[in-house]
Nanobody, 125 residues
Framework: QGQLVESGGGLVQAGGSLRLSCAAS????????VGWFRQAPGKEREFVAA????????YYADSVKGRFTISRDNAENTVYLQMNSLKPEDTAVYYC??????????????????WGQGTQVTVSS
């Protein structure tokens, strides 16, 4: 059974940066597409970014395009989310998720099978 663990969240001022990591254990996720989602208090979980298994395809929500970058290191079984120019509205719990649809880089959270427990990101104004 595979497991995903997020890390790298924290408190940062507006305009600052954070890098989130999503480490896989228990199985290799090198052939899985991986996505990042976030959920703010009182809101539904929303798509942030996704990357296909072979790095070839990436996709971003409009709200983070140009500020966030998703990448992966299959040798390390880890996916990253570099977040720059953070805004207070980016405050949320961030989750990574994996899908066996290797080339899927979409926002449909029901296509993702494995989920991490989340890491809190708080951006102060």
């Amino acid at each position: 059974q595979g497991q995903l663990v997020e890390s790298g969240g924290g408190l940062v001022q507006a305009g600052g940066s954070l890098r989130l990591s999503c480490a896989a254990s228990g199985r290799t996720f090198s052939s899985y597409a991986v996505g990042w989602f976030r959920q703010a208090p009182g809101k539904e979980r929303e798509f942030v970014a996704a990357i296909s298994w072979n790095y070839g395809n990436t996709y971003y929500a409009d709200s983070v395009k140009g500020r966030f970058t998703i990448s992966r290191d299959n040798a390390e079984n880890t996916v990253y989310l570099q977040m720059n120019s953070l805004k207070p509205e980016d405050t949320a719990v961030y989750y990574c998720a994996a899908t066996s649809y290797s080339d899927y880089v979409g926002r449909d959270l029901y296509k993702y099978t494995y989920w991490g427990q989340g890491t809190q990101v708080t951006v102060s104004s």
